[in-house]
């Protein structure tokens, strides 16, 4: 097969309501394919599956020599409910060399012990361990919103915070995450926090953002 039919065969079984025995004996194999393109697209169509064959074979995927093949793994693996995956997880955001990987590998790990409801006070006191060693703005916001999320409040403003960082993409992205993590609770400090923003934010895609979270509150 040539890699477009290889990706063609991907899309067949992702648009499946469930997998079935060859669906996964196709996928093991594809997740072993020279080209990082269909690895790729082996991880992230994994994340519509809680089957045990297809975590393993995301777990296989997460040492790939392909930053965007480990970094789908990580987010795919996020509706998992097993112990080794959260160690493997809390692994990769320790040692992966990529920025993308550890954040994302932070975002599932989040949803997972929340899902799991699991050792919480143990987690929060790893995303504190965490930040001590995080160079990389993009990763610590996920941390924040980790730790937000698992009810330190104190969070919150370090999220808002970054609405003040120098990189435009890292605003971009906190803009979406406190968009997601508005309720009633917290309704009047993000959406003055953003509003306050928009009115001196120079770059059209952060206010593009946030014009989008406020027209959905609307």
């Given at each position: 097969m040539n890699l477009d039919?290889?990706?063609?065969?991907?899309?067949?079984?992702?648009?499946?309501?469930?997998?079935?025995?060859?669906?996964?004996?196709?996928?093991?194999?594809?997740?072993?394919?020279?080209?990082?393109?269909?690895?790729?697209?082996?991880?992230?169509?994994?994340?519509?599956?809680?089957?045990?064959?297809g975590e393993e074979i995301l777990i296989d995927l997460l040492d790939d020599k392909d930053e965007l093949v480990r970094t789908n793994a990580c987010d795919s693996l996020c509706i998992s409910k097993s112990e080794n995956v959260i160690k493997l997880l809390k692994n990769k955001i320790l040692r992966d060399k990529s920025n993308l990987v550890r954040?994302?590998?932070?975002?599932?790990?989040?949803?997972?012990?929340?899902?799991m409801d699991?050792?919480?006070?143990?987690?929060?006191?790893?995303?504190?361990?965490?930040?001590?060693r995080e160079k990389d703005n993009w990763v610590k916001i996920d941390v924040y919103r980790g730790l937000y999320m698992?009810?330190?409040?104190?969070?919150?403003?370090?999220?808002?915070?970054?609405?003040?960082?120098?990189?435009?993409?890292?605003?971009?992205?906190?803009?979406?995450?406190?968009?997601?993590?508005?309720?009633?609770?917290?309704?009047n400090v993000i959406t003055s926090a953003l509003e306050n923003k928009f009115q001196v934010e120079k770059s059209e895609a952060v206010k593009s953002?946030?014009?989008d979270i406020v027209t959905k509150l609307e």
């Open positions: 039919e290889k990706l063609n065969k991907i899309d067949e079984i992702e648009n499946r309501s469930k997998f079935n025995k060859i669906d996964f004996e196709v996928l093991e194999k594809f997740s072993h394919d020279i080209n990082d393109e269909v690895r790729s697209k082996v991880a992230e169509v994994l994340i519509f599956t809680d089957n045990k064959q954040g994302y590998a932070v975002a599932s790990l989040v949803d997972i012990v929340i899902a699991y050792k919480i006070e143990d987690m929060k006191m790893f995303f504190i361990n965490v930040l001590l698992l009810g330190d409040e104190r969070y919150l403003n370090k999220l808002i915070n970054i609405l003040n960082d120098r990189n435009y993409r890292n605003r971009c992205s906190v803009v979406n995450i406190l968009g997601a993590l508005i309720c009633k609770e917290n309704f953002s946030i014009e």
